[in-house]
């Protein structure tokens, strides 16, 4: 099992940009699937970005072109690169690394970004 740690967050003006990091530890973790989800108040847990262990990556309609995931499999991390940020992605951002094959799931404690207007 993969332990994760976020890191990046902040508070930014809108337009403004922030790099978020996922450090993970204990596994091999080039095999994951790494995912960023976000979870503002009152709303529920929402997908942001994919990337496979293969490099490919997929993202929310409402952050495509703003946003780039990236993965360093020699650092272990994983990283979401956010520009142009608007209010509404204003969230706790977290990492989530998954092994379908072996029904394992882990979770990071999250990060708070905060996107001022």
């Known amino acids: 099992q993969v332990q994760l740690v976020e ?3 902040g508070l930014v003006q809108a337009g403004g940009s922030l790099r ?3 450090a993970a530890s204990g596994s091999i973790f080039s095999i994951y699937i790494m995912y960023w989800y976000r979870q ?4 529920q847990r929402e ?3 994919t990337i496979t262990s293969g490099g490919s990556t997929n993202y929310v309609d409402s952050v495509k072109g703003r ?4 993965r360093d499999n020699a650092k272990n991390t994983v990283y979401l690169q956010m520009n142009s940020l608007k209010p509404e992605d204003t969230a706790v951002y977290y990492c989530n690394a998954r092994l379908p094959s072996h029904g394992l799931s882990s ?3 999250g990060t708070q970004v905060t996107v001022s207007s």
Request: aromatic share 10%.
């Open 47 to 49: 997908l942001v970005a």
């Open 20 to 22: 978020l990091s996922c």
């Open 40 to 43: 503002a108040p009152g709303k």
């Open 107 to 109: 979770w990071g404690q």
């Open 7 to 9: 890191s990046g967050g």
């Open 67 to 70: 946003f780039t995931i990236s």
